[in-house]
């Protein structure tokens, strides 16, 4: 993990509270991906628009670079029982090796180190220990452990999202360019790109790029500790390759903007800056990024709406200032806005 220190700002986490009607919080993806509103964000000028978000295409300028997570979402979530009989829901939260997983569990009564689960189609898991509210898993069989989620598991949708997860999901809940297998939970403002947008944007000019982050289920953990500085992040693995920072390195010198998609590519090229520079890194993060903290990799940034009082939206306020952010927030309640992962998404241009 590398370290990143941050400016000590006294915040707490009900700073960044809002009142959200539920009926806000988006159930299910639109009929089509780029169909979603777009509130552009411009910090500078303080101001709003309400747009659509394939009005992307003249929003973004030829030469700008466009950053995508490229990490695939596993079907996490894998049902099955003890040998005693009880029922067991299992949630990955990250794989941790080959066969192995750290995973939350849903049961009756938990069980303990060398106990099995047993999955539908008879194939064993073992239970190797706890680590606070994660278990320890191991499953035993030859079979890769992608081809038996692939075969076993279904979509882990957010807490947030009421239904059960359906087959719609398995298209939806995953981006058009994911193509590398390990996160258990969607970079969501990558939802809103199909390849017809891709297309149209390209034509225009516009670069793309890729990082790997494998979004973790710790995102939808809440911050429990009152004060900022004392809440500590989850671990998320990242790979910033050569590549993309030769390409973010020509866009800044031919005058081009750096635009994340999503808070999990700013996290990617934050945890891989050295001497004030992107640089090739693999390796896991734990950076936590809130108000104080000086985002520079990024230029601009595509987005969803976020929780109250997550660390999710308390990066969008490093990056735009935490006031105009909830006055963005209390704006897109107002004109009735969808939230979370199936919802509409912002382009947040910074003060500077």
């Given amino acids: ?90 949630l990955i939260e990250r794989v941790t090796g080959a066969h192995e997983v750290r995973a939350q569990l849903g049961v009756s009564k938990k069980p303990k180190p060398g106990g099995r689960i047993i999955l539908q189609d008879g194939s064993e898991i073992s239970v190797l220990g706890r680590k606070g509210e994660f278990f320890l898993l191991r499953f035993e069989t030859p079979e890769p452990l992608e081809k038996l989620l692939l075969r076993l598991g279904c979509m882990p ?93 020509r866009t800044r010198e031919r005058g081009g903007r750096v635009v994340a998609v999503g808070t999990t590519v700013v996290r990617a090229l934050e945890s891989s800056l050295r001497d004030g520079e992107v640089a090739p890194f693999a390796g896991e993060t734990q950076i936590f990024i809130f108000p104080g903290y000086h985002i520079t990799s990024v230029d601009a940034l595509v987005t969803n709406f976020h929780l109250p009082e997550s660390t999710l939206l308390m990066l969008v306020s490093a990056f735009a200032g935490r006031e105009l952010i909830l006055d963005a927030y209390r704006h897109a309640i107002e004109q009735r806005y969808r939230f979370f992962s199936y919802g509409d998404a912002m382009l947040i241009l910074p003060p500077s």
């Avoid at 390849?195 to 670069?207: I, K, N, P």
């Fill in 157 to 249: 949708l957010p807490p947030y999202i009421t239904r059960a997860a359906d087959r719609t999901d398995d298209e939806r809940y995953q981006t058009v360019f994911a193509r590398e297998a390990g996160a258990v939970a969607a970079p969501t403002a990558g939802l809103h790109f199909d390849e017809t947008l891709l297309q149209v944007l390209h034509e225009r000019g516009v670069d793309f790029g890729y990082v790997t982050l494998h979004v973790g289920a710790g995102t939808f953990q809440p911050v429990r500790a009152e004060h900022l500085e004392d809440h500590t992040m989850h671990r998320e693995w990242l790979n910033v390759g050569a590549e993309l920072v030769e390409k973010i390195r």
């Fill in 1 to 90: 993990m590398r370290a990143h220190p941050l400016r000590r700002v006294a915040l707490k986490k009900s700073d960044f509270h809002f009142d959200l009607p539920p009926e806000l919080i988006a159930q299910a993806p639109l009929a089509e991906r780029s169909a979603s509103r777009l509130l552009l964000l411009d910090a500078a000028a303080r101001r709003f628009e309400d747009r659509r978000f394939t009005d992307l295409v003249e929003l973004l300028r030829p030469g700008d670079l466009l950053v995508f997570n490229d990490t695939r979402v596993l079907p996490a979530r894998l049902f099955g029982h003890k040998r005693s009989g009880g029922a067991v829901e299992i």
